[in-house]
């Protein structure tokens, strides 16, 4: 994106991530509260930095979810079909209100309670290969299956389909710049999928979230099929990908703060503590997703005209010293209450209980098993996704202290 604010312009190549922007999101936050840039898309965009402005405009209802808001030739987004694309990241109240009441008992913290063995189970299978091999990239063999098993079991994907699933999931998720087209195939092939998921689901219901979706629509007609279909491709993106980063980067920075680490073990009753300072330190969320404001609005002392693009910064807010004192310090024993990692008002992320859970038990899990846990690589040998959207690590080498060459 390029940035120009009152003193210089800015410019970065969003295909080339590099492994601390945290210095240029301050630069910005600290030049103004509200910059004009070009984003990825190369359509001009409005980029929020500071964490009051961004926290009240996360629930300001003039800013808009829908793309119809958009002025005309403002927007560039994917183009997916509609039996993906009417989900709540596009909708505003009443539906939006609708459809998130009818989902949310598949998280309520009861709920979760109640995965939380599960998942554990799952954790420690996945990291019997690293007992044995001593070494692993951390991403392909444990941050990114454990979320897909969650979700797939919350869904009721059958064993036999997860491989596939997964897998267009990682081309949607994480396209691949030099194959664009095989971001479009996932999408007609997760298109397919779910639509025969769903055909079975009605024909022999289990005990998961699209049996009782399908419930709420063929029962009660309170879903359109295309939202049906949305809600879950909805809960299989938020719930993979940013989970996925969320564990990776965690791992990653306390393995980087040796000594936040060893308080976290002596004291296990902080994890949960812990993962909001993590979420809030290097967050797998950049960036809020896009807004259209409904009429002109002033943020910051600067007037957005109605319709134009608005992006509110999560990472530079996260950062912002007029919120968090010493923001640039992972502190574990601090009250991170108040961070926008998981959303905030009515757009509070759905599945934040389940997220948190996830990342606590990873965690707990993987440091348990091995506390002489260690980078397998040069901190600056590790490279990020090129993606303005999530922060997360391509790979995430690691060795036990037991390896022979640890």
């Known amino acids: 994106m390029s940035a120009t604010t009152p003193a210089q312009a800015n410019e970065v190549d969003p295909t080339e991530p590099f492994p601390?922007?945290?210095?240029?999101?301050?630069?910005?936050?600290?030049?103004?509260?509200?910059?004009?840039?070009?984003?990825?898309?190369?359509?001009?965009?409005?980029?929020?930095?500071?964490?009051?402005?961004?926290?009240?405009?996360?629930?300001?209802p003039r800013l808009s979810l829908d793309k119809r808001h958009a002025a005309p030739g403002n927007y560039r987004g994917m183009a997916l079909p509609p039996a993906l694309d009417a989900n709540l990241l596009n909708m505003d109240p009443p539906d939006h209100t609708r459809i998130r009441r009818l989902v949310s008992r598949a998280f309520t913290p009861r709920h979760v309670d109640r995965l939380r063995g599960p998942i554990r189970r799952t954790a420690d299978r996945l990291l019997d290969p690293l007992a044995r091999d001593g070494r692993a990239d951390?991403?392909?063999?444990?941050?990114?299956?454990?979320?897909?098993?969650?979700?797939?079991?919350?869904?009721?994907?059958?064993?036999?389909?997860?491989?596939?699933?997964?897998?267009?999931?990682?081309?949607?998720?994480?396209?691949?710049?030099?194959?664009?087209?095989?971001?479009?195939?996932?999408?007609?092939?997760?298109?397919?999928f779910f639509a025969r998921l769903i055909a079975g689901k009605r024909t022999a219901p289990g005990d998961d979230l699209v049996s009782a979706l399908i419930a709420v629509r063929d029962e009660e007609d309170r879903l359109t099929e295309d939202e049906l279909t949305s809600l879950a491709f909805l809960v299989l993106v938020a719930g993979y990908e940013?989970?996925?980063?969320?564990?990776?980067?965690?791992?990653?920075?306390?393995?980087?703060?040796p000594e936040q680490l060893a308080a976290l073990r002596a004291d296990p009753a902080r994890t949960s503590g812990a993962v909001e300072e993590l979420a809030r330190y290097d967050g797998p969320v950049p960036l809020a997703i896009r807004r259209f404001p409904t009429e002109d609005?002033?943020?910051?002392?600067?007037?957005?005209?109605?319709?134009?693009?608005?992006?509110?910064?999560?990472?530079?807010?996260?950062?912002?010293?007029?919120?968090?004192?010493?923001?640039?310090?992972?502190?574990?024993?601090?009250?991170?209450?108040?961070?926008?990692?998981?959303?905030?008002g009515i757009h509070y992320c759905l599945g934040a209980p389940l997220a948190r859970a996830e990342t606590e038990i990873a965690l707990t899990a993987l440091f348990d098993r091995f506390p002489g846990l260690a980078l397998d690589c040069p901190p600056d040998a590790l490279r990020w996704r090129p993606s303005m959207r999530s922060r997360g690590l391509r790979a995430l080498p690691v060795r036990t202290s037991e390896h022979p060459d640890g």
């Open 242 to 257: 940013n989970t996925v980063h969320l564990i990776g980067n965690a791992v990653l920075a306390l393995l980087r703060h």
């Open 138 to 192: 951390l991403i392909a063999s444990y941050a990114a299956p454990l979320p897909i098993v969650v979700i797939c079991d919350l869904l009721g994907v059958p064993a036999a389909d997860r491989p596939d699933f997964r897998s267009w999931t990682d081309a949607l998720v994480a396209p691949d710049p030099a194959r664009p087209e095989k971001a479009k195939e996932a999408v007609g092939s997760l298109l397919a």
């Open 20 to 60: 601390d922007p945290y210095a240029l999101y301050g630069r910005l936050r600290e030049e103004g509260p509200v910059h004009r840039i070009t984003g990825t898309d190369g359509l001009p965009a409005w980029l929020v930095t500071r964490y009051e402005d961004v926290r009240r405009a996360i629930a300001d």
């Open 297 to 344: 609005v002033t943020i910051g002392g600067v007037t957005v005209p109605a319709g134009e693009t608005v992006l509110l910064s999560l990472a530079a807010a996260h950062r912002d010293p007029r919120r968090f004192a010493d923001p640039d310090r992972l502190d574990l024993g601090r009250d991170a209450a108040g961070h926008l990692a998981l959303g905030h």
